[in-house]
């Protein structure tokens, strides 16, 4: 699992060799509603609450392949989390906080100008420790992998994107509580 982003770097910067005319710099900013798929017994105390906001700030370099189809890497800063309380109520609400950096590679098939379908993988590391919640009771793996499947608007330099989030490895230490993040988010990319 640790060599992942090595192998994604180097994939990602082989394309820029071959595609050298073609390269299109942006940043992009994302704002995905996270919820967690978490399910707890009604005979433990502590709950998972509702869904909340996140964050996701990057950077990326396109690589158009051919009218139909083309690649994106990204560089990406993502805010995840989820909010707890020590009962149904959600009394005492806490949010916890993962703040991960991660790479993401995305292929698109492009349906005309403006229209293109994404599905990739992302591969993030959690960069801080998130204190220990009312829920989780110990720490969290340092790794996660992603799908990622969505829709991108593009009009001249401007990019809107809808992006679908599955992780595959829980942010969560074990069962009984294994958890995984999944989001649906709505952002805004730059290209220059």
């Known amino acids: 699992m640790k060599k992942y982003p090595l192998y994604l770097l180097f994939f990602l910067f082989s394309c820029s060799a071959a595609a050298q005319e073609y390269n299109q710099y942006g940043v992009r900013l994302m704002t995905p509603i996270i919820f967690s798929t978490v399910k707890f017994d009604t005979a433990q105390i502590f709950e998972s609450a509702r869904a909340r906001l996140g964050v996701q700030l990057g ?12 690649l994106k890497g990204e560089l990406n800063y993502s805010l995840m989390g989820y909010t707890a309380g020590l009962n149904a109520n959600l009394d005492g609400i806490r949010k916890i906080n993962y703040h991960y950096f991660g790479i993401t ?6 349906a005309g100008k403006v229209v293109s379908l994404q599905a990739g993988a992302a591969v993030n ?28 608007l593009r009009y001249d330099l401007l990019e809107i994107q809808v992006r679908y989030h599955h992780s595959l490895r829980p942010f969560t230490p074990k069962a009984p509580t294994e958890a995984f993040f999944r989001s649906m988010g709505l952002g805004l990319a730059y290209y220059f």
């Open 105 to 110: 590679l995305l292929p698109a098939f492009h």
């Open 125 to 152: 590391y959690l960069v801080n420790s998130p204190p220990v919640s009312p829920v989780f009771s110990s720490s969290s793996p340092r790794s996660d992998l992603a799908l990622i499947a969505g829709i991108a």
């Open 59 to 70: 950077v990326y370099r396109h690589w158009p392949l051919s009218k139909w189809f083309s």
